[in-house]
Each structure stands twice: as structure tokens, then as C-alpha cells.
């Protein structure tokens, strides 16, 4: 299957910026873009999960769009829809952005973040596009919050593609049981391998129960990541996610696993489309860490 276009807003003509200005009031998080407003600061391993994130957004929109009546897109943990790269000084587009970029394009969005300043940019710099997001400033766990995802989103005849993307520990299981409770709806997760391993190695057994809940795995250190890989893929189950594939991402330079995007689905196509839109990563090379 060709994959997709992918229609993105306006690309700066500014050259990178190893040294951007943080935004008022920020510490190292938040800086200012060429727009005036404030940029995500990511690490250039994130390239890898904008990779996926593109092409099977896309490639889920071209394979649905006569199948269904509509297509719902969510994104929980939106940030301010633009990222600096600090290890190159680039500028580039935020998961929201991307997915109002794709075509053919969905019809509902439902964004969510904590962070007033990045819903403040994100609504800003959505403001001239054609698609009218809703967009909404709490926090992503709330029961008063999913139940306003879920009003936004049509549930007959609509098939949504939801982003979970936490910056830390933060996704809780009740939160995915609540937002996809009797809806056609995939998943693309991030599970934090790595800042789970080191919260259980600190002794913050709150933030590993937080995310895997009361019966994450105890077991040898050696054996900790896969069996709580598999721990994982039960838990979906247990939400009607029979179908499921990841993409390890690792630090670009000491290759540290950092974590997994892992999609989630109720039909089995879904894994059919993530692995052919996920095959390379950014670099264009295969992954061989299925």
C-alpha cells in the first residue's frame, strides 16, 4: 500500500537554533520558535516516534476513509504542537499538528494537555486551519476529562485513533479502560521501559504501579523489560486488545532502550498496518528489535 500525503502546516524557513531563548518563566522545557510561541524540547530520538506517528496516522486514514462514517483522532498529552530538537536545534511539527496534517483527513479531534502555556500555542497556532479541534487544558486521567474526550468524538460510525503519549509515568490503566470503553478505537502508546526500570530501581514503586498497575511483575532484573512487555499485552487484552506490535526506541547516541511505541487494536488488520507504516525508522533503516 502507498502511504499517504501528509498536508503540514507551514515549514520555518529559520535555520536551527542550538540556542533558542527559554520561554518566560521555563526552565529547560519550554522555548521559543521562530512563531513567537513556545516549543516542546525533545531529544533526537523523538524523530523515531514522529516516524511512526506520521506514517500510520496516515496510513490508517487512507485505509479507513470509505469504511467508516468518520474517522476520530485523540491526542492526551498534546503539548504545544511544535518541537525544538536540542541535539540538533531544529524545529519540527508536534504529534497535533501531524495529525491534522494528514490526508485524507480525519473529521473529529479531541487535544488534551496540562500545561496551560502549550494549550494557549496549540490553539494559536491552530486557529488558521481549516479542521476546528477541540482542544481542552486538564489533566489526562481525569474521570471529568475522558468523559469529555468521549463527548467530542462521535461514537457511531466513526473509527478513532488514539495517542497516548505521556512524558513520564503518568498513563494509568483505568484511563484506557474509561476512553476506549465501547468504542472502535485504536491505540499508539508510549510505555516508558526505561523510566519504569529506573523508578523500580529508586524504590518509587508508586510510579511502576501507577502504569502497570498492583500485579506489575517482580522478578529478575535481567528479565524485568520483557516480562513487563508481556504484562503489558495482557492488560490491553483484559480491555479487548487482542492485537498489538511495538517499535523499541533508543537513545540516538548510547542506544539505551528508552521505551516502546506500541499499538493496540480490537481487529487484526491493525497490525497488518502498523508494521508496514512502521518498518524503517527515521534513518530509513529496517529495525530488527521486533
Known amino acids: 500500500m502507498a502511504l499517504p500525503a501528509i498536508s503540514l502546516p507551514p515549514a520555518f524557513d529559520a535555520e536551527p537554533d542550538l540556542n533558542p531563548p527559554v520561554y518566560p518563566g ?3 522545557e519550554l522555548v521559543i520558535a521562530p512563531d513567537g510561541l513556545p516549543a516542546r524540547v525533545v531529544k533526537a530520538h523523538n524523530a523515531h516516534k514522529k516516524h511512526y506517528i506520521e506514517r500510520y496516522t496516515g496510513i490508517v486514514a487512507a485505509a479507513m476513509k470509505n469504511k467508516w462514517g468518520g474517522l476520530g483522532y485523540i491526542d492526551t ?15 519540527v511539527v508536534g504529534s497535533p499538528l501531524i495529525a491534522l496534517g494528514v490526508q485524507p483527513a480525519y473529521s473529529h479531534f479531541a487535544f488534551v494537555d496540562n500545561d496551560s502555556v502549550c494549550i494557549d500555542a496549540l490553539e494559536r ?6 479542521a476546528k479541534p477541540h482542544i481542552k487544558c486538564a489533566d ?3 474521570a471529568d476529562t475522558i468523559a469529555w474526550v468521549r463527548s467530542v468524538i462521535p461514537r457511531r460510525r ?3 485513533l488514539a495517542l497516548l503519549d505521556p512524558q513520564g509515568c503518568t498513563l494509568e490503566p483505568a484511563t ?12 499508539m502508546i508510549n510505555l516508558p521501559i526505561h523510566g519504569l526500570y529506573r523508578s523500580l ?8 504501579e501507577r502504569v502497570l498497575g498492583p500485579d506489575y511483575p517482580r522478578c529478575n532484573p535481567n528479565d524485568w523489560r520483557v516480562a513487563v512487555r508481556e504484562h ?3 492488560l490491553l487484552g483484559k480491555f479487548g486488545y487482542a492485537y498489538t506490535s511495538s517499535k523499541e526506541v533508543r537513545g540516538e547516541k548510547t542506544r539505551t532502550p528508552l521505551y516502546d511505541f506500541v499499538m493496540a487494536s480490537k481487529h487484526p488488520l491493525a497490525t497488518k498496518l502498523f508494521e508496514g507504516a512502521t518498518k524503517d525508522n527515521a534513518h530509513g533503516q529496517i529495525s530488527m528489535l521486533d
Open 26 to 28: 521555563r526552565t529547560d
Open 77 to 91: 498529552y498534546c503539548g504545544p504542537g511544535m518541537c525544538w530538537v536540542k541535539d540538533t536545534g531544529e524545529f
Open 140 to 142: 489526562s486521567n481525569d
Open 201 to 208: 530501581a529508586a524504590g518509587y514503586f508508586q510510579a511502576v
Open 232 to 234: 503489558y499485552r495482557d
Open 176 to 187: 484506557i479502560e474509561a476512553l476506549t470503553q465501547e468504542r472502535p478505537m485504536d491505540l
Open 158 to 160: 466513526t473509527l478513532t
Open 125 to 130: 497556532r491552530v486557529a488558521g486551519l481549516a
